[in-house]
């Protein structure tokens, strides 16, 4: 599994040391970061709400952007990713309430709290919710996790399971009618005769594709638009 992190903070020795040590905590667990950094400057928020990321880290005082203005903006444009303050302003932490943050990483205990929230975060990601699923291919038997799959493509007889962390799909011979059957309940949605995705990877919808986190266009089929807005609004709640 992968997770893609923002950290925004004034002081490079900040932005080195926050990515680098979230890239080591959760390399721990079998998990890969992919973290960009960012200083404060105008249209900050724009570059943000143009990336999909799962969690952004934001320093509270940076002379040139606020931080919880930052976040502030980025709800109100609808920006729903993780929220963490990493500051050494704890006498501000109440007013970060309305933007509803995942954590406050204070800065003088740093290592303390990011241990906390490492955990934390990886207990929210992995839950009975994100099962792994048994498939064959050929003779061989291969499990996945199911959030780390973005997408199934359907060529022929065969199926090629795209995940977010392999260039390479993995290929194996099966329905698709079998392959919905076993990851809708997971959050998947038939949005074409040839692709059944995995909601939490959609970034864009329109009216004849969808644009996943990973950059990927997928058609969607005239037929099954509605059914596919329905379906992603519930599944986002």
């Given at each position: 599994?992968t997770?893609r992190?923002a ?6 020795i900040?932005?080195?040391?926050v990515s680098?040590?979230?890239v080591n905590k959760f390399?721990e667990?079998g ?5 960009d950094t960012y200083?404060?400057?105008q249209g ?6 143009s990336k ?8 509270i005082?940076?002379?040139?952007q606020d931080?919880v ?8 444009r609808?920006n ?6 990493v ?7 109440f007013?970060?309430f ?8 204070r800065?003088h205990k740093?290592?303390?709290d990011?241990?906390v929230?490492?955990k ?8 009975e919710n ?6 064959k291919?050929n003779?061989?038997?291969?499990r996945?996790?199911t ?8 060529i022929?007889?065969y199926q090629?399971?795209y ?13 698709m009618?079998?392959?919905?059957e076993?990851?809708t309940?997971?959050g ?7 692709y059944?995705v995995?909601y939490?990877?959609?970034m ?5 594709e969808?644009v996943?986190t990973?950059g990927?266009?997928?058609?969607i089929?005239?037929?099954r638009?509605q059914?596919?807005?329905e ?7």
């Amino acid at each position: 599994m992968t997770f893609r992190f923002a950290i925004c903070d004034d002081e490079q020795i900040a932005l080195t040391a926050v990515s680098g040590i979230l890239v080591n905590k959760f390399s721990e667990h079998g998990v890969t970061v992919k973290a960009d950094t960012y200083a404060p400057e105008q249209g900050l928020a724009d570059v943000l709400c143009s990336k999909a990321y799962d969690a952004i880290f934001l320093d509270i005082n940076m002379p040139e952007q606020d931080g919880v203005k930052i976040a502030e903006e980025l709800r109100a444009r609808g920006n729903n990713a993780d929220i963490v303050f990493v500051s050494g302003a704890e006498d501000r932490v109440f007013g970060t309430f309305s933007v509803h943050p995942y954590g406050f990483i204070r800065k003088h205990k740093f290592l303390e709290d990011i241990d906390v929230f490492v955990k934390m975060y990886m207990s929210d990601r992995f839950t009975e919710n994100d099962p792994e699923i048994e498939f064959k291919a050929n003779k061989t038997i291969f499990r996945l996790r199911t959030s780390d799959i973005v997408y199934v493509e359907s060529i022929k007889e065969y199926q090629y399971i795209y995940t977010d962390d392999k260039e390479k799909p993995e290929k194996l011979r099966e329905s698709m009618k079998t392959m919905e059957e076993r990851l809708t309940p997971c959050g998947f949605i038939r949005v074409h005769e040839g692709y059944l995705v995995n909601y939490k990877y959609i970034m864009r919808l329109d009216k004849q594709e969808l644009v996943t986190t990973t950059g990927k266009h997928i058609p969607i089929s005239r037929r099954r638009l509605q059914y596919v807005r329905e379906k992603y609004m519930k599944l986002s709640r």
